[in-house]
């Protein structure tokens, strides 16, 4: 399985940005589909991850009601009324699995980063 982020870029603080991550590969099966991020000096932390068929969501607290995590052939990050504490590298990642979790290291395929910075 083979991920690729795109959509980062520079947006002032409410403003709004749409990550998207495309998907190829060997992706017979049900995958968890899944967005982190890594601020500067941070460890990566779970953003929202959704499980294939796309019955279930779950989102980290910070980002509820704020970001919406989708998806058809690929997967997106809808992300509303940003705020500074958002920048960050964001990065797709799944896992073989039909349970969403939380945890990094069960997600087995990364995509590269793609920056957003909000400015205040």
């Known amino acids: 399985v083979q991920l690729q982020a795109s959509g980062g870029g520079l947006v002032q603080a409410a403003g709004s940005l749409r990550l998207s991550c495309a998907v190829s590969g060997r992706t017979f099966g049900s995958y968890v589909m899944g967005w982190f991020r890594q601020a500067p000096g941070k460890e990566r932390e779970f953003v929202a991850a959704i499980t294939w068929n796309g019955g279930t969501t779950y989102y980290e607290d910070s980002v509820k009601g704020r970001f919406t995590i989708s998806r058809d052939n690929m997967v997106y990050l809808q992300m509303n009324s940003l705020k500074p504490e958002d920048t960050a590298v964001y990065y797709c990642?799944?896992?073989?699995?039909?349970?969403?979790?939380?945890?990094?290291?069960?997600?087995?395929?990364w995509g590269q980063g793609t920056e957003v910075t909000v400015s205040s």
């Open positions: 990642a799944s896992y073989r699995g039909a349970v969403i979790t939380t945890n990094r290291a069960y997600y087995d395929y």
